[in-house]
């Protein structure tokens, strides 16, 4: 099992609608989290951290942590096509290091 | 603001020759990360160093070294290349302290081709 896992997708949605990415770890001991948004050639640029259980929101885009279910979740309102990218959810690893533990992507697909 | 600069943007190699991808880290970000991502893939995790030091090494092969310099930049050495290799190797930096600064700034990236 991998320590961070997301369904690769792709995941369609008509513009205007909700996209909801999901994410699930396998450490309890993660405290947080992070999302990236990766457009196909280009390096991951980072959109939402979020440490405490419960909603966190920054313009359209909602992080949702669940930490009993070791959940995160990434909603995007209004989606457009221009939100049609890789959204990458990842956690610095809880042993104390210094790296970050990537899930495989969620493909998203933002349809005119 | 100033970014995670990488260079080169595009390498070409042929099988068993080396190469060298530099990182400059956004100033005052004390930890520096490398990760190689092929085609369809997520980063894999290669290396990281903080304040000039190793401090993580992850799956990165025996053929590639890496080291960061005083002036904090950072040099990936790849050598006796392989068709496998050719993949786009990103170089991020950030804050080592925890929370949000741990979030990473990456670069452009360096695309190498081995041929």
Same mark, same amino acid.
């Given at each position: 099992?991998? #320590?961070? #896992?997301?369904?690769?997708?792709? @995941?369609?949605?008509? #513009?205007? /609608? ?6 699930? %770890? ?5 405290? *947080? ?5 990766? %457009? ?11 440490? *405490?259980?419960?909603?966190? #929101? ?6 949702? @942590?669940?930490?009993? *279910? ?17 959204? @990458?959810? /990842? ?22 | 603001?100033? +970014? ?5 943007? !595009? &390498? ?8 060298? $991808? ?6 005052? !970000? ?15 995790? &290669? ?10 090494? +992850? ?13 904090? !930049?950072?040099? &990936? ?5 392989? $068709?496998?290799?050719?993949? $786009? ?5 950030? $804050?080592?302290? +925890? ?9 452009? +990236?360096?695309? &190498?081709?081995?041929?």
């Amino acid at each position: 099992q991998k #320590e961070v #896992e997301q369904n690769s997708g792709p @995941l369609s949605v008509p #513009e205007g /609608a909700i996209a909801s990415l999901n994410c699930t %770890y396998s450490d309890r001991g993660s405290q *947080s989290f992070f999302w990236y948004r990766q %457009y196909s050639g280009k390096s991951p640029e980072l959109i939402m951290f979020i440490y *405490s259980n419960g909603d966190k #929101e920054d313009g359209r885009f909602t992080a949702q @942590l669940n930490k009993a *279910s070791q959940y995160v979740s990434l909603l995007i309102r209004d989606s457009q096509p221009s939100d049609s990218a890789t959204y @990458l959810c /990842a956690a610095p690893t809880p042993t104390g290091g210094f790296k970050t533990i990537f899930g495989a992507g969620t493909r998203l697909f933002v349809k005119a | 603001a100033a +970014g995670v600069i990488q260079s080169p943007r !595009h &390498l070409i190699k042929e099988k068993r020759e080396t190469a060298t $991808l530099k990182c400059y880290p956004i100033p005052r !970000h004390d930890t520096v990360y490398w990760y190689q991502q092929g085609p369809g893939q997520d980063p894999q995790f &290669l290396i990281s160093f903080y304040e000039k030091m190793q401090s993580d090494k +992850g799956s990165i092969p025996d053929r590639f070294s890496a080291q960061q310099f005083s002036d904090y !930049h950072s040099e &990936l050495n790849m050598s006796s290349l392989e $068709l496998g290799d050719s993949a $786009l190797y990103f170089c991020a930096s950030s $804050l080592a302290a +925890g929370g949000e600064g741990n979030g990473y700034t990456f670069g452009s +990236g360096t695309r &190498l081709t081995v041929v």
